[in-house]
C-alpha cells in the first residue's frame, strides 16, 4: 500500500471554492484519473495523495479536498494551517461562484501560512455554451491579485494535469529557494508518511 | 495505493433481492454441509415467521405496547410492516389505533399547506441560494440507485429538505441532511410497491396522492429525526464537535492500543469520525443496511439515538483495529475514508449493533439505580 513512499517533498495542498464548482472530481481526476458520475457532496474533509516528478526530484502532494457550504467552514478551515498550497476553485458556468472568490482569499488569509501559493481554478470549461465567467475577466483579477491562473475540466481532463503539476513547481521553487538562503536542506528524502511537511514545522491536522 | 477516497458504490453490487425477504442467503462466511444449511434456513424462516406474529399481534392491539413494540424492533423489523413501526417509533403515529387516521391527515394536510405556501408563486420566489444548494446535493444522492435518478423523486426531496431547512432557521440546510431523507423516504414508498423493489421501481405507476402521502410522511419522521441532533447542525457543529471527543475517550478505553497508535501517526478523530457523525454513518454503508440499522436506532429512541450512535461508531472503528494498527498516516486516513462495507448485510450490521449494544452497557452511564448510594 506504502509503495510511493519515496520522496523528496512531501507538500500540503488544500481544495477549496464554493459547493459543487468540481473539487472532488478534480482531485479524482488528477490522483486517479477519473471522474465519479455517482460522486457524492463532501462532508468536512477527505484526503487523496499522487508523486510526481519536478526538476528530477519526487514530490508527494497530500491534497485535502474540503466541503465547500458555508457550515463546515469552521471546521475546514483548520486544515489550512501547514498547506504549502491552495487551489481555489470556482465554477465558470456559475457567476456566484466567481464572485464568491474574494471570501475565499480572506480565509486563506485568516487560517492559512502567509507564503501560501495560491492558483485560481475555473472549473467545468467543457461547458462552452454554458460559460458566465470571461476568462479574461479571471485573468486580470488573478494577475491583480498575484495568483495563478487556470481553466479545467475535470470531466474532459483538460488541463487538470497541468494545473497540478503547475502550482507544485511553484511551491518547489519557493522552498528550494528558501532552503538555499537557509543553507539547509529542506525536508530529507523518506520522511515517514503524514509527518514532515516543509515550510514551517506543521501538522497535517488540525488540533482539536 | 488500494485505498482512494472514491465513494463507494455499494447498492451496485448487492443484489436486488431484499435480505429482509430473502431468508434462504446463507451467510457466506461459515462453511456448512448443503443438509445442515438447509436445516439452518428452514429455522431462520421458522423463527422469521415467529417474529413476523409476534409484530403483527402487537400492532392489532387498539393501543400499542411501545416499551414491547421497541424491544421487537431492536432485533429488526419485517420489511412488509416497517412502514407502520417506524412512524410508531418515531412518534408520528400515536400508540392508540383510533386516532391515527386522523393524525395523519391533519398532518398530510399541514405539510402540503406549508409546501403551498412555499411553492404556488413558482420557483422564482425561493431563497436561490438554498435552492441551488440542495438541488447539487440531491443529484448528488444515491446516484447509483435508480429511483434517486427519476426527477419526480429528486423534487419531492427537494421541497422536503427545502420546507425543513426554511422552518430550521438555527441551522439551515446542512450536507448530508439529504441522506437522512432518504431511508424514511424509501422505507414509506416502498409500502405503496410491496411486491417490488423500490430501489427501481416504476415512479410513473404510482399516484399522485400516494407520491404526497411519502412526502409528507418523511418530512416529518424527519423532522422529529433532526430535532434529536439539532446541534450537529448549527453554528461550529458543536454536537458533533463533543460525540468525536466522547468517541476519542471511549476508544482510549476499549482499545488503548489503537488509540496510541493513531496518536503516534497524527491521526486525528474529526478526520474521519467527523463525517461518520453528519450522516449517522450512513456514507459508510449500503443504503439498506442502513435501513436496518435505524430500526435499532429508533427503537433505541430519539433521545437515546445520538447516545447509541457514538457505541456503533466505537464497534465500527474497532472493527478494523488489526488492520488501522498495521498502517501509516496516510493509509489509515484512506481507509477509514472508504472502509470495506459493499457487500455488507444484515448480519454484519446486527453483530456491529451488538458489539455497540455491550460497550454501551459496560460504559454508558449507568443508571441511577446502580450508583452506589
Ligand atoms: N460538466 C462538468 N461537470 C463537472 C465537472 N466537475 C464536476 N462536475 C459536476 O459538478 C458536480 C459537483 O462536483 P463535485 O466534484 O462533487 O463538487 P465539489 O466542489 O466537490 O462540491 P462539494 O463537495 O459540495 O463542496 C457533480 O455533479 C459533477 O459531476 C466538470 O469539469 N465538468
Ligand atoms: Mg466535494
Not at chain 2, 2 to 8: A, E, P, V
Not at chain 2, 179 to 204: C, G, K, M, N
Not at chain 2, 219 to 237: E, K, M, P, V
Request: hydrophobic share 40%.
Amino acid at each position: 500500500m506504502s509503495k510511493d513512499d519515496e520522496y523528496d517533498y512531501l507538500f500540503k495542498v488544500v481544495l477549496i471554492g464554493d459547493s459543487g464548482v468540481g473539487k472532488s472530481n478534480l482531485l479524482s481526476r488528477f490522483t486517479r484519473n477519473e471522474f465519479n458520475l455517482d460522486s457524492k457532496s463532501t462532508i468536512g474533509v477527505e484526503f487523496a495523495t499522487r508523486t510526481i516528478q519536478v526538476d528530477g526530484k519526487t514530490i508527494k502532494a497530500q491534497i485535502w479536498d474540503t466541503a465547500g457550504q458555508e457550515r463546515y467552514r469552521a471546521i475546514t478551515s483548520a486544515y489550512y494551517r501547514g498547506a504549502v498550497g491552495a487551489l481555489l476553485v470556482y465554477d465558470i458556468t456559475k457567476m456566484s461562484s466567481y464572485e464568491n472568490v474574494n471570501r475565499w482569499l480572506k480565509e486563506l488569509r485568516d487560517h492559512a501560512d502567509s507564503n501560501i501559493q495560491i492558483m485560481l481554478v475555473g472549473n467545468k470549461s467543457d461547458l462552452k455554451h454554458a460559460r458566465a465567467v470571461a476568462t479574461e475577466e479571471s485573468k486580470t483579477f488573478a494577475a491583480d491579485n498575484g495568483l495563478t491562473f487556470i481553466e479545467t475540466s475535470a470531466l474532459d481532463s483538460s488541463n487538470v494535469e497541468p494545473a497540478f503539476q503547475k502550482i507544485l513547481t511553484e511551491i518547489y521553487r519557493v522552498v528550494s529557494n528558501n532552503a538555499l538562503k537557509a543553507g539547509e536542506s529542506a525536508g530529507g528524502p523518506s520522511l515517514s508518511g503524514g509527518k514532515a511537511i516543509v515550510i514551517d514545522a506543521s501538522q497535517p491536522a488540525p488540533v482539536e | 495505493m488500494s485505498n482512494t477516497i472514491s465513494i463507494k458504490n455499494p447498492q451496485a453490487v448487492r443484489s436486488n433481492s431484499s435480505s429482509e425477504t430473502n431468508g434462504l442467503s446463507g451467510s457466506p462466511g461459515r462453511p456448512k454441509s448443503a443438509e445442515s444449511k438447509m436445516l439452518g434456513d428452514v429455522a431462520e424462516l421458522n423463527s422469521k415467521a415467529i417474529r413476523f406474529k409476534k409484530f403483527e399481534a402487537l400492532l392489532e392491539c387498539a393501543v400499542v405496547d411501545m416499551e414491547q413494540l421497541k424491544k421487537l424492533s431492536w432485533m429488526g423489523v419485517p420489511e412488509e410492516i416497517r412502514h407502520t413501526v417506524w412512524k410508531l417509533l418515531m412518534g408520528y403515529l400515536p400508540s392508540n389505533s383510533k386516532s391515527r387516521d386522523d393524525i395523519l391527515k391533519k398532518k398530510r394536510g399541514e405539510y402540503l399547506e406549508y409546501v403551498h405556501q412555499q411553492f404556488f408563486e413558482g420557483k422564482s420566489s425561493l431563497d436561490q441560494a438554498l435552492v441551488h444548494q440542495i438541488h447539487i446535493d440531491i443529484l448528488r444522492t444515491n446516484a447509483s440507485i435508480p429511483l434517486y435518478q427519476n426527477t419526480i423523486i429528486q423534487e419531492s426531496l427537494e421541497r422536503i429538505l427545502y420546507i425543513w431547512a426554511i422552518r430550521h432557521p438555527a441551522s439551515g440546510y446542512v450536507q448530508g441532511i439529504n441522506d437522512l431523507a432518504t431511508p424514511f423516504f424509501q422505507v414509506f414508498l416502498q409500502s405503496y410497491v410491496p411486491l417490488e423493489d423500490v430501489e427501481r421501481v416504476d415512479v410513473l405507476r404510482i399516484s399522485q396522492d400516494s407520491l404526497n402521502e411519502v412526502e409528507s410522511d418523511t418530512f416529518w419522521c424527519l423532522t422529529r429525526l433532526l430535532d434529536g441532533i439539532q446541534d450537529n447542525y448549527t453554528h461550529a457543529q458543536p454536537g458533533i464537535q463533543r460525540q468525536i471527543a466522547r468517541l476519542k475517550e471511549l476508544i482510549n478505553r476499549i482499545d488503548a492500543q489503537l488509540y496510541a497508535h493513531f496518536q503516534s501517526e497524527g491521526v486525528e478523530f474529526i478526520q474521519f469520525a467527523f463525517r461518520w457523525m453528519n450522516c449517522l454513518l450512513m456514507r459508510e454503508l449500503p443504503l439498506k443496511s442502513t435501513i436496518r440499522m435505524w430500526d435499532s436506532y429508533q427503537a433505541e429512541g430519539i433521545e437515546g439515538l445520538s447516545e447509541f450512535h457514538l457505541y456503533v461508531c466505537a464497534a465500527f472503528l474497532v472493527k478494523w483495529s488489526a488492520e488501522l494498527k498495521k498502517m501509516e498516516f496516510q493509509d489509515i486516513i484512506q481507509f477509514l475514508q472508504s472502509c470495506p462495507t459493499a457487500t455488507w448485510g444484515d448480519r454484519d450490521i446486527e453483530l456491529l449493533l451488538s458489539e455497540a449494544f455491550m460497550w454501551k452497557s459496560l460504559f454508558g452511564s449507568s443508571p441511577n439505580h446502580l450508583k452506589p448510594s
